[in-house]
């Protein structure tokens, strides 16, 4: 495939060398005489953000970015960002997909629920909406062979038989780019993505070892409500509760009844979790937290 | 100002080489650098900004030999005063800076375009339309016409190259800075180059020329009709370039664009006859004639505003353009391929993509150990008004630590913060947050005007000793230099004393009670109170990397206090607490700040046992 020329998309997050290894495949590429031209955005991506890099090789090069649709070939070093590229793969473009997965803090807000917005790893679901999935633990295997650090190369090593380029041409680019310290470690581990197969069971397998973890994006819900003593609140003069509450949902009012001129008030009910720290720090017995809303 | 990170240069050694072999895969940004090197540039500077900060990077990296004077200058004023300094004493010299850096540049360089220069002058303006990591997304080709100098297009690499080798030449012959004006698709792509041979220009040597250089009022007004007389010899020129060519194909429609939309056009339209601008001001009108004449219809693709557009149209033409493609956000094949559709060019093409639901969204965080985390979260507990200003800090603004209420323009946070404490209408202490590279850069007038006037307010610098949004570029206060040399340092409590700060405290802000009681004390105090946080970037320039804490299940009562710092590296576990997620953190990140177990009430977080800095 691709004798005539393809558009490579490379997604992960910042920090997981997505730049690096499509600096390797585009001079592969160029080692294997084709006009190259890859473009990536690293600007606030560094911050923990999304990392795509467009790479494209032909006779003759235009655009540097992949159009919606016509990328012949996805290699996603993280499961969520994978989902996030589906839209450029071609209908029937192999999909290169890591089974790790980078959980960032805005996915654990519901704190009521305990439900994370990380989506489930659904291999089922996505063998059947893409068909060509290679999926593995690249991590996994890069560990195995003694260099967790060298699990993109597994993944370049799954790219590699899709590509028209030479042996010597992926080998050269590997080797000048990766730390030099690192080159046997990176060559194994690009062995050993090259070396795998993805037959249905195989794939059977990742997905149930996949499902075994989904329990993760599951939430339980519970609700508490806080009882406040307004009588024996200080207030302002101690306001302890309203600085330690995690939900910042406590404030003083000025207009309370309690000792001082204030007492401390609830501004959203249904946000308590029940964590009791304001319960245990009050010094003087002012709230109470009651399990169920 | 704002986010990149230095690209993995495919050849380091090819790069610098006084004449490579063969071609070379180079980012724009590096092909700039490239062609200034065998143009013979003798003095660079500009001022860090995504997506421009690589020009000035590997120009030092491709120079081992040290036969530029390159650095990072104070702001981008600085930067193309040092340049134009440069170009009258008779050195090749090259400023780069992102498109709002030429904002604040702007005041030399209208003026510039006056005085012309005597050595070549070029000026880089990385634009990033999209807004990438930037304030705004202004299109900088307009400074072209406002100054009156002739601006070239690079749509690649190998034109990044190239332009750049042609405009020190534009310069000189025209006596008059060029600007190059790239954007952030053609700065930080990739493309093979073909590059020459590196030169190493003669310095002309100074000549006394007032009535040039001296832009008095008797001075000045002959030197614009001098500029008006030189744009009229470029207009001339200009038709006869090579950087412009009609590519005749089908003559049904014929399109005119300049930049990478040229090469959107040609993906997608590949049997449209176009006018390819590569120097696109002054505009090549007789080339734009001589395309309408042998077209049935003529179209103008280009990014951002109708700058091609409307003069064309000035010329009489019938012109389409914005009405089919957007005026806002950057273009990519699809949307040049929409904008055909629409304008009736090409019919329209059933949507291939697919998708599997919903997906996360990934906005940027601040990284694990952050030192800006603690005092933000000590700005919302004493419930400030936060101006804020542009750096990684600005992610404040955002959750979990939702901690700051304005961010507009390098410098700005001070202003608005004397602004906001004159209005009367701020609920709670006014306090302009700032990191120490932005307050060098435009902070100093302020903060001067705030004490001159006597404004009680508080002024947070959050010294990181680096520029680190856009990677770790150094600055006055860093101590070295762009290429790694030891330099002087700023003293930051000093300046702010010596500007008239009532107070200053020092503070490290991975002490949360420390930070936070500077900060009540600061904002409780008279005049305006400086409160400087000292600990060091985490990423960059050295990676810091301290004990690694983690999580004791059985402590961790799941109370989510920690989960309200957004550190990356602590998420939720598999264990739950009397309904709750409890947490973990990832050790291989954790560098170790400590700030975690500080906020944490049950000490659920702790040193990893066992480890030791070598492994």
């Excluded at chain 1, 999935?133 to 799954?158: F, H, T, Y």
């Excluded at chain 1, 001082?260 to 002012?286: M, N, S």
């Excluded at chain 2, 006084?18 to 200034?36: D, M």
């Excluded at chain 2, 990677?471 to 860093?478: D, I, L, M, S, T």
Aim: proline share 6%; with cysteine; aromatic share 4%.
């Amino acid at each position: 495939m691709m004798q005539d020329g393809g558009s490579i998309l490379l997604i992960g997050v910042g920090g997981q060398g997505v730049v690096l290894a499509s600096a390797i495949v585009a001079d592969a590429a160029l080692r294997a005489g084709w006009d190259v031209k890859q473009s990536e955005v690293h600007g606030m991506s560094q911050r923990g953000g999304v990392v795509s890099s467009h790479l494209r090789f032909g006779r003759r090069v235009h655009s540097p970015l992949i159009e919606a649709g016509q990328a012949d070939a996805v290699v996603a070093v993280e499961w969520n960002e994978g989902l996030r590229a589906l839209p450029y793969l071609r209908r029937g473009g192999p999909l290169v997909i890591n089974l790790q997965r980078t959980v960032p803090p805005g996915a654990c807000r519901d704190r009521l629920g305990g439900a994370t917005t990380y989506p489930a790893l659904a291999l089922d679901a996505l063998l059947s909406e893409v068909g060509d999935v290679r999926a593995c633990d690249a991590m996994e295997i890069a560990s195995r062979i003694g260099s967790p650090k060298a699990q993109n190369s597994v993944l370049l090593g799954v790219l590699a038989p899709l590509l028209p380029f030479p042996d010597e041409a992926w080998r050269g680019s590997l080797d000048d780019h990766v730390p030099r310290a690192t080159v046997a470690a990176n060559e194994k581990a690009f062995a050993a993505g090259r070396a795998l197969g993805f037959p249905a069971e195989t794939l059977a397998q990742a997905a149930r070892a996949a499902a075994a973890t989904n329990g993760y994006a599951q939430g339980r819900g519970r609700a508490a409500r806080l009882e406040i003593t307004e009588a024996w609140c200080k207030g302002r003069a101690c306001e302890i509760c309203v600085r330690v509450c995690p939900e910042r949902i406590l404030a003083i009012d000025s207009a309370g009844g309690g000792r001082g001129a204030d007492t401390v008030r609830v501004l959203r009910d249904d946000a308590c979790t029940g964590c009791r720290l304001c319960e245990l720090l009050c010094p003087d017995f002012a709230i109470a937290v009651h399990e169920g809303a | 100002m704002n986010a990149s990170k230095p690209s993995a240069s495919p050849d380091p050694a090819a790069l610098g080489s006084p004449a490579p072999s063969r071609p070379i895969l180079l980012s724009g940004n590096e092909a700039i650098a490239r062609g200034a090197r065998e143009a013979g540039v003798r003095v660079a500077a500009g001022y860090p900004g995504t997506p421009s900060t690589e020009i000035l990077e590997s120009l030092v990296r491709m120079d081992p030999g040290r036969q530029v004077y390159v650095e990072w200058s104070t702001n981008e004023k600085v930067g193309l005063d040092v340049a134009l300094g440069a170009a009258m004493g008779g050195a090749r010299a090259l400023c780069a800076m992102k498109h709002v850096g030429l904002n604040v540049a702007a005041d030399t360089f209208m003026t510039a375009a006056y005085t012309g220069v005597r050595a070549g002058l070029v000026v880089v303006s990385a634009d990033d339309p999209g807004i990438h990591s930037s304030q705004n997304e202004q299109d900088n080709r307009v400074f072209a016409r406002f100054a009156g100098v002739p601006m070239l297009e690079p749509a690649d690499s190998q034109e990044a190259r190239d332009f750049t080798v042609e405009a020190f030449q534009l310069s000189e012959r025209f006596d008059v800075p060029v600007l190059i004006r790239t954007t952030t698709r053609v700065s930080h792509a990739r493309g093979v180059v073909a590059p020459g041979t590196i030169q190493v220009a003669p310095v002309l040597g100074f000549e006394r020329a007032p009535a040039k250089f001296v832009m008095l009022p008797a001075h000045a007004r002959p030197r614009h009709r001098a500029l008006l007389q030189r744009l009229e010899a470029m207009e001339h020129e200009v038709e006869l370039s090579p950087l412009n060519r009609i590519e005749w194909r089908e003559r049904a429609v014929g399109v005119v664009t300049s930049g990478i939309a040229y090469h959107y056009v040609r993906e997608v339209f590949p049997e449209a006859s176009v006018l390819k601008l590569g120097w696109s001001h002054p505009l090549p009108r007789e080339l734009v004639r001589e395309l309408a004449a042998g077209v049935g219809r003529l179209l103008v693709v280009e990014e951002l505003e109708p700058f091609l557009e409307e003069q064309v149209r000035a010329l009489g033409l019938a012109v389409e353009g914005k009405t089919h493609f957007s005026r806002a956000g950057e273009l990519a094949p699809e949307s040049v391929r929409r904008g055909f559709e629409r304008a009736g060019c090409l019919t329209a093409t059933e949507s291939a993509s697919r998708s599997l639901g919903q997906t996360l969204t990934r906005p940027p965080v601040m990284c694990p150990g952050c030192p800006h985390v603690a005092p933000f979260l000590a700005l919302r507990a004493l419930g400030a008004v936060v101006a804020g200003d542009i750096g990684c800090y600005t992610l404040a603004a955002t959750e979990p630590l939702t901690a700051m209420d304005s961010t507009v323009a390098m410098g700005s946070s001070i202003g608005m913060a004397i602004g906001l404490a004159r209005s009367g209408g701020a609920p709670g202490p006014v306090v302009a947050a700032i990191g120490d590279s932005t307050f060098l850069h435009a902070g100093l007038p302020a903060l001067a005007d705030a004490a001159y006037n006597g404004t009680r307010m508080t002024v947070l610098i959050l010294d990181n000793a680096t520029t680190a949004m856009t990677g770790g570029q150094a600055h006055p206060a860093a101590g070295v230099t762009i290429r790694g040399d030891a330099a002087s340092v700023v003293d930051l409590p000093e300046l702010c004393r010596v500007l008239g700060a009532s107070s200053v405290r020092v503070v490290d802000p991975y002490d949360m009670a420390a930070t936070h009681l500077a900060l009540e004390q600061a904002a409780a105090a008279p005049g305006v109170s400086v409160v400087i946080t000292n600990r060091p970037c985490v990423e960059a320039p050295v990676k810091v990397r301290d004990h690694p804490f983690h999580v004791v299940a059985e402590r961790c009562t799941a109370c989510q206090a920690c989960m309200n710092l957004g550190c990356p590296s602590i998420t939720w576990s598999e264990g739950w607490h009397e309904g709750r997620r409890k947490v973990q953190i990832d050790i291989p990140t954790c560098t170790g700040c400590t700030v975690c177990a500080q906020v944490c009430p049950t000490e659920a977080m702790v040193p990893v046992p066992g480890w030791s800095r070598k492994r």
